[in-house]
């Protein structure tokens, strides 16, 4: 555990700042996400060593959460979506002449959310690896099964939407060589198929391309946004004068963060809920109050830091960029899921060790580079649109050095894009798309362990509880959907 | 009728997109062998997982139909409809057009690298920003170029993709 720390304290420290500093820059332009830079960044990783990748797209990850306080605060605009609740009194701060003021805020929320959750990280993470990895073939189906349920269940739109994304990113991962027997499968005929549908190109062209397909309805000449004077101010006593907020918003967003599927900005809209409930000046909520701003980043940071236990411990990703993470994993021929802490311990500690100098990486960097980024955040993004695809072309090509790759990823930008147009969460796709093959897998050797037999999947006690807790997120989602209809119906009549 | 399917045109394409896929796996499954030394197979969970997407899409189109008819108020002409989502689909499938002919140049073509990608760059840079002045199409231009050299450069000499 220590050597880790001192790697990523020592020579890993390059990959820190180059991740945090390139996070922050992507986090900071509006429409540019972190699972955007994220994939566009996998194919470069080829070339790293595992640790070196991994402690560069975490670190990237931190910092893309919280670049998105830059344009959030000073435009308007957040540039995540886990920055929208900034945005609500970020801006007004800004507007009224105290620019510094507010991004002083959101940084330190930022650093003190983050730090908390990795307090929570390196806490919970060995001894919760430590049981997951007496886990059964049929305990790991019903966790996968868990994660499913829950992602599809808190899903944008409706529960039907994101149960349709996930069944359909399922399935699309079956093509290939059969897990357990080895025949060939849904290939029809076609060689390129053998191997099945890479992961790289499905993320690049659902996630970025998809992403830029959308983009380019968007007018790229209208008006430019004011620009405010964006140096950092802070003050230390802010902690003190507002240690509850900070602690109780850092403990909603770490929890919220461990839930798969729930992510940074649900954490950040109940944290700063919470804040506003329990404040003795809630009037102030919406109109540039400190306590606004300190509650959503503290909660998006924590959040973001918090979703890395369930990937690291369980091998299930929380979000769409731990759904990267996971990706990044794999390619890496390491073994994510309950076995990494026992086949790779540098590699999980560096994770851990790598949400601690993300997060001071990107304190500093936030400090010192602000007034440049927030320049770089009014970028005419229709410069931006081009390169993008450029990088992906030689992204998908990189896999195996075939054009079928650029193809696929093609597919899978129309794809997105209607998926998108269409509401259908790509999130759960992608999700589903990764852990399918792995519940498949288990859930196969389990049976062939219990010579056929289904009961020992309910009558064991962990995989038991764990397929309950997917069939009540089922159930609690459907009365939450049936509730909500019924309200818009007696709404609209 | 018209109206419905103008408004729901994505919707109901994704939704055809799916049950195609869950059509042929179906089908593909059903090609498959039976199990021999296990008791699930190969074909279990392509047959499942397509027997349950085709209901999944069939509850989803029930439900478009459904609000469709809940909402059915409005007095916009029909032909309006149909222009405005042709307009708005114009910028992404021409982006989408540029980017199948990029791939066109390089694979089938053999055009290289350097140039198929300096047009690519400049062709899209000037579609979305509509450089108002010559200048900006030449620095435009020189800016696709120098990328695309760049780009090669670090790709072929330090990460080895000869694309």
Known sequence: ?493 | MYRFLTQNAVALVFLLLVAAFAAASLYGSSLLPAARYEPLGSAAFPKALGVITLFLVALQAISLIRNHASTESSTEPETASLYISWKKYRKPLLMLGAMVLYLAAMSYSGVDFRISTSVFLSLVMCLLARPDSPKKVILIAVASIVLAVVLHLVFKHLFYIDI
């Open chain 1, 1 to 493: 555990m220590l050597d880790a720390y001192i790697y990523v304290f020592t020579s890993g420290l390059i990959w820190v700042f180059a991740g945090a500093g390139i996070g922050i820059f992507v986090g900071s332009i509006p429409g540019l996400s972190g699972a955007m830079v994220i994939s566009l960044t996998l194919p470069m990783t080829y070339f790293m060593a595992g640790n070196d990748a991994l402690l560069l797209l975490v670190s990237m990850y931190i910092g893309a959460t919280t670049g998105g306080l830059i344009s959030a605060t000073l435009m308007r605009m957040p540039g995540t979506e886990a920055a929208i609740m900034t945005t609500l009194d970020g801006y007004p701060m800004a507007a009224r002449g105290e620019p510094g003021r507010a991004l002083g805020l959101g940084v330190l929320a930022s650093v003190f959310g983050g730090i908390f959750a990795w307090v929570m990280l390196a806490v919970l993470s060995p001894p919760l690896s430590a049981i997951a990895v007496k886990f059964g073939p049929f305990d790991i189906f019903a966790m996968t099964v868990v994660a499913l349920s829950l992602i599809a269940a808190v899903s944008q739109g409706s529960l039907l939407a994101g149960l349709i994304a996930a069944a359909f990113g399922a399935m699309l991962s079956l093509p290939g060589i059969d897990p357990i027997s080895g025949s060939l499968r849904l290939t029809f005929g076609f060689s390129s198929l053998d191997n099945g549908l890479t992961l790289l190109p499905v993320i690049l062209g659902m996630l970025v391309l998809g992403q830029v397909l959308v983009d380019c309805e968007g007018t790229f000449n209208g008006p430019k946004a004011k620009r405010a004077k964006a140096r950092v101010s802070m003050h230390w006593r802010d902690i003190s004068n507002y240690m509850i907020t900070y602690i109780r918003s850092s403990f909603i967003g770490t929890w919220i963060g461990i839930l798969p599927g729930v992510g940074g900005t649900a954490a950040s809209v109940a944290s700063y809920s919470v804040a506003k409930a329990t404040s003795k000046t809630p009037e102030k909520f919406g109109n540039g109050a400190e306590e606004g701003i300190i509650s959503a980043e503290t909660a998006n940071n924590a959040g973001t830091v918090g979703a890395l236990v369930p990937l690291i411990t369980l091998g299930i990703p929380g979000s769409v960029i731990t759904a990267v993470l996971l990706g990044a994993m794999v390619i890496h021929n390491l073994n994510p899921g309950p076995l990494l802490f026992a086949e790779n311990p540098d590699v999980a500690y560096t994770v851990i060790a790598g949400a601690l100098a993300g997060n001071l990486a990107m304190f500093l960097i936030m400090v010192v580079a602000t007034p440049f980024l927030a320049k770089l955040a009014h970028i005419n993004k229709a410069y931006l649109l081009a390169p993008i695809v450029v990088f992906c072309m030689i992204g998908a090509f990189s896999v195996s050095s075939r054009f079928f790759d650029i193809g696929v990823m093609l597919v899978f930008a129309c794809l997105g894009y209607v998926m998108t147009k269409a509401r259908i969460p790509t999130g759960a796709f992608i999700i589903a798309y990764i852990l399918t093959p792995m519940a498949e897998q288990n859930l196969r050797s389990g049976l062939v362990i219990y010579d056929g037999s289904f009961v020992p999947l309910f009558t064991n006690p962990t995989s038991g509880i764990l397929l309950a807790i997917a069939v009540l997120s089922l159930v609690w989602s459907l009365r939450s959907e049936w509730k909500f209809r019924k309200k818009r119906h007696t709404q609209v009549s």
